[in-house]
């Protein structure tokens, strides 16, 4: 494949990007499909496990900004192999082939150069696992099409941008008995899972409030030609409002909640602050008669959501991309005994709850309530790399689940479930702030399913 094919290529993916949304849909949700106990034909995931899976044969598709990283470190996994590497750009399946050969690791096959080459690497028979790092629109596309082909699925967040996509990812799952995974990487940060520990112990005490976010400031990466591909993050910007990105904050608060394991949301309401960031930087960075300064972006600089529980707890999550702010994920976890509040960590417990414990008694906490999961193998992920080591502690656990025939941490509903906001954050936003129901994905399941253990591997 030539230079020029591949360029054109490239203008066709981000011309057909822009329609997916509406596209995908009008043909998401399964029509007809016979039901057991409210679930698609097959059954409930919930607690589901499949036939065990001692050497996993990954296809890893995307290899932009996320796809080296995952194959760097699920290469890295004992009984792991990558098999098979895809991308649109040939070069970068290429690339991926050669680090894999330079570690001594087996060749994977290699797919590229067109817009559907992916799926003749879903369909490889030695594939049992793929892997989605691509652009946010092809996630539920290439999950659901992977399921259907008798594969695990898993993808990088969001796993789906509407409410039809979510319900199309559940059914195909519970229609398939195939797993399917979001790659929620925050919900193995050290701190989340901390508050996870403290949570469990009772040390909060009964939850009341969380607080999350995603606040990241990517002015310069979205108005770089060479960082999102095709500039898909702008172009999303400007079609969108709302919360596009909420799990980073969300997906931890929801496991100290047991959302979908004994709570469930039951609504939200959505507010934006006006977009003032992406015009005020595209002035001053490329000139007020600039293309990029004339454009209009719908996404507003910070975004505010507030959810309520059937149980009558609430969450707050912010989002914002495009504000000159530290990073945060908020990260806070307010009970009736005590409070979490992360960026920087901070515990106060009663009955000394007016102000923060010290350096030596944080200290003191983090050591007594250090996740299992980070006590057995902290440092590995630390070495092996991915945000700080939870990419690396993600994909362990979902590895080692994968192996053992265990049940994933998380499942396809709570990638349903926390991915539906990017939708209904955007209706409500636009609706001045009314309330939107958060559909029940899990059917009632909720109510009798066993909230997510203190989990760990044995290497």
């Known amino acids: 494949m030539n230079f020029k094919g591949v360029a054109m290529n490239r203008r066709e993916f981000i011309s057909r990007a822009a329609w997916m949304g509406a596209a995908t849909v009008a043909a998401s949700k399964l029509s007809g499909c016979a039901t057991i106990n409210g679930c698609t034909e097959g059954g409930t995931m919930m607690g589901f496990a499949a036939e065990p899976l001692p050497t996993i044969k990954v ?34 399946a290429e690339r991926q082939r050669d680090v894999l050969v330079k570690a001594g690791k087996k060749a994977p096959k290699v797919f590229s150069g067109s817009l559907d080459v992916w799926k003749k690497m879903v369909d490889l028979p030695e594939v049992n696992l793929v892997y989605i790092t691509t ?5 539920t596309p290439m999950a659901v099409y992977a399921m259907k082909a008798g594969k695990h699925a898993v993808s990088e967040i969001p796993a789906a941008v509407t409410v039809d996509q979510c319900w199309e990812l ?9 797993h399917y995974m979001m790659l929620e990487n925050c919900c193995y940060g050290e701190n989340e899972m901390l508050a996870l520990m403290l949570c469990r112990k009772g040390m909060l005490g009964e939850l009341v409030h969380g607080e999350g976010a995603y606040i990241h400031d990517l002015r310069a990466a ?33 496991q100290y909640m047991n959302i979908n394991r004994g709570d469930k949301f039951e609504y939200l309401t959505s507010i934006s602050s006006a977009q003032f960031g992406l ?3 595209a002035v001053k960075t490329f000139g007020k008669e600039s293309e990029q300064a004339k454009a209009s972006y719908k996404l507003g600089d910070m975004s505010t959501t507030v959810i309520k529980t059937h149980k009558g707890r609430t969450i707050m999550v912010q989002h914002d991309t495009t504000s000159p702010r530290p990073y945060s994920r908020i990260n806070t976890a307010s009970g009736t005994k005590s409070i979490l509040a992360d960026y920087p960590l901070r515990i106060a417990f009663e009955p000394k709850a007016h102000g923060w414990l010290s350096d030596a008694e944080l200290q003191k906490v983090r050591e ?7 006590k057995s193998s902290g440092e590995i ?43 209904l ?27 997510l253990d203190i989990v760990d591997v044995q290497i």
Not at 63 to 90: F, H, K, Q, T, Y
Not at 368 to 374: G, I, M, N, S, V
């Open 279 to 281: 015009s005020e930087y």
């Open 425 to 451: 954050t955007e209706k409500s936003t636009v609706r001045r702030g009314t309330p939107m129901d958060i559909p029940d994905f899990t059917r009632g399941g909720w109510k009798t399913a066993k909230p």
């Open 170 to 178: 559940v059914e195909t799952s519970e229609k398939t008995r195939r």
């Open 222 to 254: 979205k108005f770089n030609p060479n960082g999102y591909q095709g500039m898909w993050r702008l172009n999303y910007s400007k079609a969108h409002t709302g919360c596009p990105y909420p799990m980073h904050g969300l997906g931890p608060i929801a």
């Open 135 to 139: 652009p946010w629109l092809w996630h």
């Open 368 to 374: 007594e309530y250090k996740h299992p999961l980070w």
């Open 59 to 92: 296809g890893i598709v995307g290899l932009g900004a996320r796809g080296p990283g995952a194959v760097g470190r699920l290469s890295a996994i004992p009984n792991v192999e990558v098999v098979a590497v895809c991308d649109l750009i040939p070069e970068r």
């Open 381 to 423: 992920a630390k070495k092996v790399g991915g945000h700080g080591g939870m990419d690396f502690l993600m994909d362990l656990r979902l590895c080692y689940c994968l192996q053992k025939g265990l049940p994933l941490d998380m499942d396809v509903y709570d990638a349903a479930s926390w991915s539906c906001l990017v939708e």
